[in-house]
């Protein structure tokens, strides 16, 4: 039973740049959710997919975005890349319903110079 | 908004030893209290806590949930350089059917031979 996997698990961008990160959610979860972690930090939520829509959103500017596929994968794009953009960013998936126990993916590891 | 205090934000202690890892949280609606393992990237679910004063336990490691001093504790007896991680603890937002987990910074244990 695969988990929740992340792709790539490593990038290097430039500011200004764009960055795509995907995300394959557990088997027979539908719901996908997205985290930054800042060195030292805990993780941050970004906004969570399910039916394809974006139900929830956190603190963060319209640089980011994001998509939910049919096959209930994800992916996170960020537009105008700055340095603070630098993180670990993680996708989580859960059950509509069933939300309290998230599978966390080993996450992507975005560097921005 | 939903605040999560977590501390100390590191700790060093000898195998065998016990912790403590403490968390206190700031919420509209409480709904419940998670703890996560964080080895290298991907955190881990541990325990969520409902209701005060019930204690969790799996192996060496417990939990207990204070609702009336908005505090949990989460307790590791006998170390071992395998518990080496970030102990991040989370509460899930107020109300409705999404699901945003707040995150505290984490506690940084490191557990030597």
């Known amino acids: 039973d695969a988990g929740v996997t992340q792709s790539p698990t490593h990038l290097i961008k430039t500011r200004g740049q764009q960055v795509t990160l995907r995300c394959s959610p557990k088997?027979?979860?539908?719901?996908v959710s997205w985290y930054q972690q800042a060195l030292g930090q805990g993780p941050q939520f970004i906004f969570q997919y399910y039916e394809e829509e974006e139900r929830q959103r956190g603190n963060f500017p319209d640089r980011f975005s994001g998509h939910q596929f049919p096959n209930y994968s994800s992916e996170l794009n960020v537009n105008a890349l700055l340095l603070g953009d630098s993180a670990l960013y993680l996708c989580?998936?859960?059950?509509?319903?069933?939300?309290?126990?998230?599978?966390f993916g080993s996450g992507t590891q975005l560097s921005v110079l | 908004e939903d605040k999560v205090v977590q501390s100390p934000l590191s700790l060093v202690v000898h195998e065998g030893d016990t912790v403590t890892l403490n968390c206190s949280y700031e919420?509209?609606?409480?709904?419940?209290l998670l703890w996560y393992k964080q080895e290298k990237k991907a955190p881990t679910f541990l325990f969520m806590l409902t209701s005060s004063g019930i204690e969790k336990k799996s192996g060496r490691l417990s939990s207990i949930l204070d609702k009336k001093e908005l505090f949990s504790i989460l307790n590791i007896t006998a170390t071992q350089t395998g518990d080496s991680a970030v102990y991040l603890c989370?509460?899930?937002?107020?109300?409705?059917?999404?699901?945003?987990?707040?995150f505290g910074k984490g506690t940084l244990l490191t557990v030597n031979p």
């Open positions: 989370a509460v899930p937002n107020s109300g409705g059917s999404n699901y945003k987990l707040t």
């Open positions: 919420v509209t609606n409480f709904r419940s």
């Open positions: 088997s027979g979860h539908d719901t």
């Open positions: 989580a998936s859960s059950l509509l319903g069933q939300n309290e126990k998230l599978f």
